[in-house]
């Protein structure tokens, strides 16, 4: 008995001397029910939507109104351009435009039957069907509460045309995020785990002794793992589209040129993680708590950002899975250009050279 005490102090006191390990693992659990309590959220609500409204009257307007009203939708924060009515759509700024045609007031009026559109973004299945449910349920209740009691209501009906995924398969709809956690995971954790093996093993030292510049390193390390993460990314996409039958209609060299920034940027963070620790496993843990748990749960992969605490949404800004993931969705289901995403793409750049500078200053720092 007095052995096995003797071990497990030892054991605790082995532990309590790797603090840095002990936080991670610490810290771990904290961030996942944070994230996971506050980020999960299967309520859909306040759904982006814009009206056209064509009819300009008393009713139309009223209608307008009852759908922002209820906790369903919430306006758009840019207007339809009528030359090019599907850029919101296909910008992801919005989830559907209805439109009011002229006449809405006059077939009100008359108890005629009327007609109104709708486009909806059939990329998430799931809100597509909540979007096509709620509109219904608005409209309806909009016109009974118009009516007196005991008369038909209005035949106003809403045709819906769902773009983009009319079948509404939600494999479509992770698939194409699943390719940016991947990278983003498979990139950081490969990069920081042979940075901390060649510290922990003491061959960097080796390196160190040679003509060769820390830079020079970085750069050498770095290339291989870019090739790698291509390979990865294009055999995800190959899987995507030859077994679940994720369309690709958009520009696959576009598609390239962002997927190569966005490595970049994984491996940026890699490096940086491998530059604040000293053993493999520090790297391997600190690598899937910077990457996987943002890219999964702070990215709109599955949650809908816009639903999640103000705290939460602000976070969400400096993971770069959070703009891959609209590129990549925009560009493989919509056919989005870089008009389109001028956005998306301007922040992950911006991010990719913040984060290479931090990453190369700090492993020149820590390795001359």
Same mark, same amino acid.
């Given at each position: 008995?007095?052995?096995?005490?003797?071990?497990?102090?030892?054991?605790?006191?082995?532990?309590l001397?790797?603090?840095?390990?002990?936080?991670?693992?610490?810290?771990?659990?904290?961030?996942?029910?944070?994230?996971?309590?506050?980020?999960?959220?299967?309520?859909?609500?306040?759904?982006?939507?814009?009206?056209?409204?064509?009819?300009?009257?008393?009713?139309?307007?009223?209608?307008?109104?009852?759908?922002?009203?209820?906790?369903?939708?919430?306006?758009?924060?840019?207007?339809?351009?009528?030359?090019?009515?599907?850029?919101?759509?296909?910008?992801?700024?919005?989830?559907?435009?209805?439109?009011?045609?002229?006449?809405?007031?006059a077939?009100?009026?008359?108890?005629?039957?009327?007609?109104?559109?709708?486009?909806?973004?059939?990329?998430?299945?799931?809100?597509?069907?909540?979007?096509?449910?709620?509109?219904?349920?608005?409209?309806?209740?909009?016109?009974?509460?118009?009516?007196?009691?005991?008369?038909?209501?209005?035949?106003?009906?809403?045709?819906?045309?769902?773009l983009?995924?009319?079948?509404?398969?939600?494999?479509?709809?992770?698939?194409?995020?699943?390719?940016?956690?991947?990278?983003?995971?498979?990139?950081?954790?490969?990069?920081?785990?042979?940075?901390?093996?060649?510290?922990?093993?003491?061959?960097?030292?080796?390196?160190?002794?040679?003509?060769?510049?820390?830079?020079?390193?970085?750069?050498?390390?770095?290339?291989?793992?870019?090739?790698?993460?291509f390979?990865?990314?294009?055999?995800? *996409?190959?899987? #995507?589209? +030859?077994?679940?039958?994720? !369309?690709?209609? @958009?520009?696959?060299? /576009? %598609?390239?040129?962002?997927?190569?920034?966005?490595?970049?940027?994984?491996?940026?963070?890699?490096?940086?993680?491998?530059?604040?620790?000293?053993?493999?496993?520090?790297?391997?843990?600190?690598?899937?708590?910077?990457?996987l748990?943002?890219?999964?749960?702070?990215?709109?992969?599955?949650?809908?950002?816009?639903n999640?605490?103000?705290?939460?949404?602000?976070?969400?800004?400096?993971?770069?899975?959070r703009?891959?993931?609209?590129?990549?969705?925009?560009?493989? *289901?919509?056919? #989005?250009? +870089?008009?389109?995403?001028? !956005?998306?793409? @301007?922040?992950l750049? /911006? %991010?990719?050279?913040?984060?290479?500078?931090?990453?190369?200053?700090?492993?020149?720092?820590?390795?001359?």
């Open positions: 008995m007095h052995r096995i005490r003797f071990i497990a102090q030892k054991e605790f006191y082995h532990i001397r790797d603090f840095r390990s002990l936080i991670i693992v610490i810290i771990m659990p904290v961030m996942m029910i944070f994230l996971y309590g506050y980020a999960i959220n299967m309520d859909i609500e306040n759904v982006s939507l814009a009206i056209v409204d064509f009819d300009h009257s008393v009713e139309s307007q009223q209608l307008t109104e009852r759908f922002f009203a209820s906790p369903y939708f919430s306006p758009g924060e840019n207007e339809v351009d009528m030359s090019d009515p599907e850029q919101l759509l296909r910008s992801g700024q919005v989830a559907a435009i209805l439109a009011i045609p002229p006449g809405f007031s077939a009100l009026a008359r108890g005629e039957d009327f007609e109104l559109g709708m486009m909806v973004d059939g990329t998430d299945a799931s809100l597509a069907s909540a979007v096509q449910a709620f509109s219904n349920s608005v409209l309806s209740n909009f016109l009974m509460d118009r009516l007196p009691p005991n008369f038909d209501i209005p035949g106003v009906t809403l045709s819906q045309q769902v983009y995924n009319p079948d509404l398969k939600s494999s479509h709809f992770l698939v194409p995020g699943l390719v940016a956690v991947i990278l983003m995971m498979i990139s950081a954790l490969m990069t920081s785990m042979t940075i901390a093996r060649e510290k922990e093993t003491g061959t960097m030292e080796q390196l160190l002794t040679t003509p060769v510049k820390p830079r020079e390193i970085l750069i050498g390390k770095l290339l291989p793992y870019v090739v790698i993460a390979v990865d990314g294009i055999l995800v *996409l190959i899987f #995507a589209r +030859l077994v679940f039958g994720v !369309p690709f209609v @958009g520009s696959q060299l /576009l %598609l390239l040129g962002f997927g190569l920034i966005y490595v970049t940027t994984a491996l940026s963070i890699g490096i940086l993680i491998s530059s604040l620790v000293d053993t493999l496993q520090e790297a391997t843990l600190l690598a899937q708590v910077a990457t748990l943002p890219a999964v749960m702070l990215s709109g992969f599955i949650f809908a950002l816009k999640m605490p103000f705290v939460l949404q602000a976070i969400s800004y400096i993971v770069p899975a703009y891959f993931v609209v590129i990549i969705r925009g560009i493989m *289901l919509k056919g #989005a250009g +870089l008009e389109v995403l001028i !956005p998306q793409a @301007g922040a750049v /911006l %991010l990719m050279v913040i984060l290479m500078t931090v990453a190369a200053a700090k492993f020149k720092t820590r390795v001359v």
